[in-house]
Nanobody, 119 residues
Framework: QVQLVDSGGGLVLAGGSLRLSCAASGNIFRFNTMGWYRRAPGKQRELVAAVTSGGSRNYADSVKGRFTITRDSAKDAAYLQMNSLKVEDTAIYYC?????????????WGQGTQVTVSS
């Protein structure tokens, strides 16, 4: 059974920083892509950042230059470093993985971690 657990959210003042972590467990062969999505109140879920197995990264325009996604393949983990946080970054953040594992392959989601940025 593949499982993603994300953590690291919290309450921070505008201009501050947070680091989100995503830890995967299970009989994992590899991640094709790992990413972070978020859902703000009253809005649809959106892609924040993603990194492929080859190391290519893409970011939402709203976070470019402020957020950095990294992955540690040896630990089956991914991280999202968020700097210069803005009030509009407030959302629930979800880790996502496109995973090849012992029973096949599929998309998996973490349970979500709340990020609240206050002014």
């Amino acid at each position: 059974q593949v499982q993603l657990v994300d953590s690291g959210g919290g309450l921070v003042l505008a201009g501050g920083s947070l680091r989100l972590s995503c830890a995967a467990s299970g009989n994992i062969f590899r991640f094709n892509t790992m990413g972070w999505y978020r859902r703000a109140p009253g809005k649809q879920r959106e892609l924040v950042a993603a990194v492929t197995s080859g190391g290519s990264r893409n970011y939402a325009d709203s976070v470019k230059g402020r957020f950095t996604i990294t992955r540690d393949s040896a630990k089956d983990a991914a991280y999202l470093q968020m700097n210069s946080l803005k009030v509009e970054d407030t959302a629930i953040y979800y880790c996502n993985g496109d995973i090849v594992h012992g029973s096949g392959a599929g998309q998996y989601w973490g349970q979500g971690t709340q990020v609240t940025v206050s002014s």
